[in-house]
Every structure is written in structure tokens, then in C-alpha cells.
């Protein structure tokens, strides 16, 4: 497969999943700030901007990380090459660029999203029709996937696509666990209190996991529980573990034409698959769970830098 065709699926999938997390990241600060009483009521608000990963460049553009203007610059600002438009945008540039790479309802899930979006950009956006945008998103984005997994031929076209998507999502559900490490509580107190655990809730219920998280655990949301979920089981979609399962029995599917330059990205892929599929939740906990997604993030970062370089994106 030529490189600019496997960049442009591998994107195309990144882009999309992106819009999805960003969708959920809004609801789940939305969410968390709803049961707020205190004076940090824009503390969400903020936890948003920094696990969205854009904190430089927003406060250069705002003062103030509110509802108003966390919401306009991550859904809809035409500056910021993540907002929710741009990436649904980036997404049909990729899409139309590999056309005859893409099945035919590949290629009008993605282009009928795109076309969607106008209506969206040109509409007073009040409370009542931001919740029917977000969840617009998740719909489309969903769609999307389960249109090319329905679709496509296994041959590495779609093992490319796959990879974007789960990258995608194995670096959001660690930004989106780690937003509860960036949102103040008022006192030390609050700690396992009320707002404590309505944020928790919040989370599972943001990824769709409050179902999965009464089958596996039941009973009453416990922190460990939730990071177990979102990190260890493989049960879940969304998992860390989940997601580097599908990245390295993806990697380990296509087809290299050079072996020794794309042998980096598979190690630092199944290393960090072992690492999760045979982990323990109370070791990564004593160690601090921020510091684990912290060096996961990075480490997201650097198999994506891999993965270009070792099929010459």
C-alpha cells in the first residue's frame, strides 16, 4: 500500500475518534459541573482544556476557561485544528483524498457527517441544542466506524484504519481518566465525599461504562474500580488494555516491505500491551495513577511518531 494512501486512512480514523472523545470530554465537564456548589465552579471547565491537550493555545486566546468559552474553542472554533468541526473536517480532507481506498458507504458516512455539520455551525447554540450536537457527534462518529468494519477488506487499508482509531481512543481514555487529577475538589475533606462521587460517576457514564462497571464490580462507583475498568479489562471497548490489543494484532497484521524499520513500533506496542494485560490496579495506584497515565500519554505519543516512521508516512 503506498504511504500516502496508509496516512491518510490511519488520520482519517485518528480524526474521527477525536471528534468522538471531545464530544464526551464536553459532556463529562458538563456533567462534573452541574453538581459544583463551591467557588471552583469553572475547575471542569479547565480539567477540559488541559486533558484535551490545547492549554497553550487556549489561554492565549481566552482568559478565562468557562462553559462559554471551553465549549466554543473545542467544539467549533475554526482556530483550533482539534476542535470538534475541524476534525470531523480533517477527517473528509483524508477521506476524499484515498476516495477509491474507501467503500462506498465508507466514503457517505464520512461525507454525510461533514455535510451535516453546517447545520450545526449556523444555529444558535443554546443549552437544549448543544446536548443534541454532542450526542449528533457520538452518533456520526460511531457510525463511521461501524461502517468501515463492516466494510472494508481485512488487507492493510482497514489494519491502518483500525490503528488510527484505537491510538486515538487509548490516548483519550487516559486523558479522560486524568481529568479527575486536574479538577479541585473545595477541601481535602471532599474526598470520597458527594461531588467526588458524581465526578466518578461521571466518567463511567461519559465513556459508557456504568452498565459494564455493575456487571464486573457491583455496588457502590469506587475510584480503584473505575481505573481498573478504564485501564486493565479487557472486557471493555474502551480500555487501555482493550485498545493496545487491537494495536498490536493490527501492527502485527499489515504487511511490511521493511521489517527492521517498523520492528520500534510493534516493541513499544506489545510492551505496553504486556505491561496492562498482566498489571495489577493496586501496584499502579501506589506508584500514582496520574504519574501512569502521564508516562502512558507520552508513550501514545511516541508510537504514533513510530508508526509513521516505520511505514514512511
Not at 449556523?122 to 437544549?128: H, L
Not at 501492527?251 to 498482566?278: N, W
Request: net charge neutral.
Amino acid at each position: 500500500m503506498l504511504a500516502r494512501t496508509a496516512s491518510n486512512l490511519f488520520w482519517l480514523a485518528r480524526y474521527m475518534e477525536r471528534a468522538d472523545y471531545l464530544a464526551r470530554l464536553l459532556q463529562v465537564a458538563g456533567h462534573m459541573s452541574s453538581v459544583r456548589v463551591d467557588a471552583n465552579g469553572n475547575s471542569e471547565w479547565e480539567s477540559a482544556i488541559v486533558a484535551a491537550g490545547c492549554q497553550s493555545a487556549f489561554f492565549k486566546k481566552h482568559s478565562i476557561a468557562n462553559a462559554e468559552s471551553v465549549i466554543a474553542y473545542l467544539a467549533f472554533d475554526r482556530d483550533n485544528p482539534s476542535s470538534i468541526c475541524n476534525c470531523i473536517e480533517t477527517s473528509r480532507r483524508n477521506a476524499r483524498a484515498v476516495r477509491t481506498a474507501l467503500t462506498s458507504d465508507m466514503w457517505e458516512a464520512v461525507n454525510a457527517s461533514w455535510m451535516e455539520l453546517r447545520d450545526f455551525e449556523s444555529s444558535d447554540m443554546d443549552d437544549d441544542r448543544l446536548i443534541e450536537f454532542l450526542d449528533w457527534v457520538k452518533a456520526r462518529t460511531s457510525m463511521v466506524h461501524g461502517v468501515y468494519a463492516n466494510t472494508m477488506l481485512r488487507r492493510d487499508g482497514f489494519h491502518f484504519t483500525r490503528l488510527g482509531q484505537f491510538l486515538e481512543r487509548a490516548d483519550n481514555t487516559a486523558r479522560l481518566l486524568d481529568v479527575k487529577y486536574h479538577v479541585r475538589l473545595a477541601t481535602a475533606e471532599d474526598v470520597g465525599g458527594v461531588v467526588d462521587y458524581y465526578q466518578w460517576l461521571a466518567i463511567l457514564r461519559v465513556v459508557g461504562a456504568r452498565r459494564a462497571y455493575r456487571v464486573l464490580f457491583k455496588g457502590h462507583v469506587e475510584p480503584a474500580q473505575v481505573a481498573e475498568l478504564l485501564l486493565l479489562r479487557l472486557e471493555f471497548p474502551r480500555s487501555l488494555a482493550f485498545c493496545f490489543e487491537q494495536i498490536c494484532l493490527n501492527l502485527d497484521a499489515i504487511v511490511s516491505h521493511d521489517p527492521a524499520i517498523s520492528t520500534e513500533c510493534k516493541r513499544i506496542a506489545h510492551a505496553q500491551y504486556a505491561a496492562l494485560r498482566f498489571g495489577r490496579i493496586e501496584p499502579i495506584i501506589k506508584q500514582g495513577l496520574h504519574e501512569f497515565l502521564s508516562e502512558l500519554i507520552q508513550r501514545c505519543d511516541v508510537l504514533g511518531q513510530e508508526i509513521a516512521k516505520g511505514h514512511n508516512f
